[in-house]
């Protein structure tokens, strides 16, 4: 593939990824996609959702099709030493000053989004219909999707008949990966606080210590994928964060633990969620804890299901960009995504791809799919203060599968 992406979009590209912003804080991306979409010709809408965009581009009688691109970054540092990595600081939910960065690439979406849409308005000849561009907020946090949809998202705009999109990831860049059924996780987080009772460090046996309570409940819950579900189901029980006390003299009077839950199933959804909540109770009642700990779930989402026949319409699209042979199905994907509550809301289909961002290099002389996978978990992964994907062929590749999927669906 010798072409690539006009300059144009390279320097927004690298504007956008050194000027992230937190989940429902994307004040001035919002502004730098409204004017982008306002020069298009689209129809123009801001703060849906707060502060989420949704552009309307009509083109005669037809049916509505949507295009989704997530906007918010990550409260973390970025490492890459690229030029133009983010130096960006923002204020979390608790007040914190924390660094900014575009570990997850959603800059990427938005300017592959932008750049579809610059040659469906160019080329008008080549479809017809309308499409409904929603860039969305707050997809870290898992509420992004949501909000817009409770601000009316589907009574202010056209209902599409299907919702298209792609997340970037570390596949060789020049490759698709696209999933039918169940493709990427549900999403849980967890947020559980064991009260026990302070004191002083040489004084235990005046205390119920909730720092040991915390660390017994972390390995008990281990055994929650382990012991519980089954071998031919899935499910992830990560304890992303363990916070108590400050001083190493000091029994703290509570510990917190930040847990992250993946899914596919409902049922195993709720089976381990379940389980988080059983466990964290008998630990606290175990060590004699004065009072039962506090249990809450700030956000979760389901798992996004691709539907079938939508995968197998969209499909040849996706290969006439980049050749059959670079397109594959990547598996279950644990990460998760809240796209596919906007396709249930819609009561559409959802269609929604990997996009590959690393350096194809790093992948010469794969000889099969087995091997390519495996190479990828050799990559910086999203997430990662390491991670950016490679911005050619990355950017050429993510606007073309964007073009020809709504092309696809949007017939001439």
Partial sequence: ??????????????DLHTHPELSFAETRTAAVVAA??????????????????????????????????????LPMLEATGLPYASTARGTDPDGNDVPVAHSCGHDMHVTCLLGALQELATDRAAWRGTVLAVFQPAEEIGQGAQAMIDDGL?????????????????????CLAIRSGPAFAAADAVRVVLHGRGGHGSRPETTVDP???????????????SREISGTDTA????????????????????????????????????????ITR?????????????????????????????????????????????????FDPGLV??????????????????????????????????????????VAQQPSNHSPLY?????PTLTVGVRALVAATQEWLPA
Wanted: charged share 20%; hydrophobic share 45%; proline share 8%.
């Fill in 1 to 14: 593939m010798t072409e690539k992406a006009p300059q144009a979009l390279v320097d927004l590209y690298r």
């Fill in 36 to 73: 982008r979409l306002r020069a298009l010709g689209a129809e123009v809408s801001e703060g849906v959702g707060r502060t989420g965009v949704v552009g309307v581009l009509r083109n005669g009688d037809g049916p509505t099709a949507l295009l989704r691109a997530d906007m918010d970054g």
């Fill in 154 to 174: 589907f009574d202010r705009f056209p209902v599409p008949v299907v919702v298209l999109g792609q997340h970037v990831a570390p596949l060789p860049a020049g």
């Fill in 211 to 225: 720092v040991v309570m915390a660390a017994a409940t972390v390995m008990r819950l281990q055994t929650i994928t």
């Fill in 236 to 275: 992830i029980v990560t304890v992303g964060a363990l916070r108590a006390g400050t001083k190493e003299n000091i029994i703290p009077d509570d510990a917190e633990l930040l847990i992250s839950v993946r899914s596919f199933e409902p049922e195993v959804r709720r089976r381990t969620l379940d389980a």
């Fill in 279 to 327: 466990i964290a109770n008998a630990e606290a009642a175990a060590s004699g804890a004065p009072q039962p700990p506090d249990i809450t779930t700030p956000y979760g989402f389901p798992a996004v299901v691709n539907e079938p026949s939508a995968v197998e319409r969209t499909r040849p699209a996706l290969e006439a960009v980049v050749g059959a042979a670079r397109v």
């Fill in 334 to 375: 644990t990460g998760s995504e809240d796209v596919g509550m906007l396709a249930t809301a819609a009561g559409a289909p959802c269609v929604y791809w990997l996009l590959g961002g690393a350096d194809p290099a790093a992948f010469a002389g794969a000889g099969s799919q087995a091997e390519l996978i495996a190479r």
């Fill in 388 to 392: 950016a994907p490679v911005i050619e």
